[in-house]
Nanobody, 117 residues
Framework: EVQLVESGGGLAQAGGSLRLSCAAS????????IGWFRQAPGKEREGVSC????????YYKYSVQGRFTISRDNAKNTVYLQMNMLKSEDTAVYYC??????????WGQGTQVTVSS
């Protein structure tokens, strides 16, 4: 059974930090691109960052560049999102996604991040 379990969300003050974790099981983790998405109330889900399987190339949404860092530990089947210098506009439910090809696409249940100004 495929599982993606996010953790690490919570309440932070503006300028503070949080680290999200996504623990995966049930598939060949190393082969998958792992991404973080977020959805704020009343808004569409958007991509925040991703890290590719194999060469670990990373991508960041422009508004989080320089503040967020994505990394993966293939030995632990876990991806992390270190979020620094948090802003109120980072408030959202954050979802972990694992994707390989066109037919392998999995989502976690989400973790709430709330940034108070």
């Amino acid at each position: 059974e495929v599982q993606l379990v996010e953790s690490g969300g919570g309440l932070a003050q503006a300028g503070g930090s949080l680290r999200l974790s996504c623990a995966a099981s049930g598939f060949t983790f190393d082969d998958y691109t792992i991404g973080w998405f977020r959805q704020a109330p009343g808004k569409e889900r958007e991509g925040v960052s991703c890290i590719y399987g194999g060469d670990n190339t990373t991508y960041y949404k422009y508004s989080v560049q320089g503040r967020f860092t994505i990394s993966r530990d293939n030995a632990k089947n876990t991806v992390y999102l270190q979020m620094n210098m948090l802003k109120s506009e980072d408030t959202a439910v954050y979802y972990c996604n694992a994707r390989a090809g066109h037919s392998n696409d999995y989502w976690g249940q989400g973790t709430q991040v709330t940034v108070s100004s």
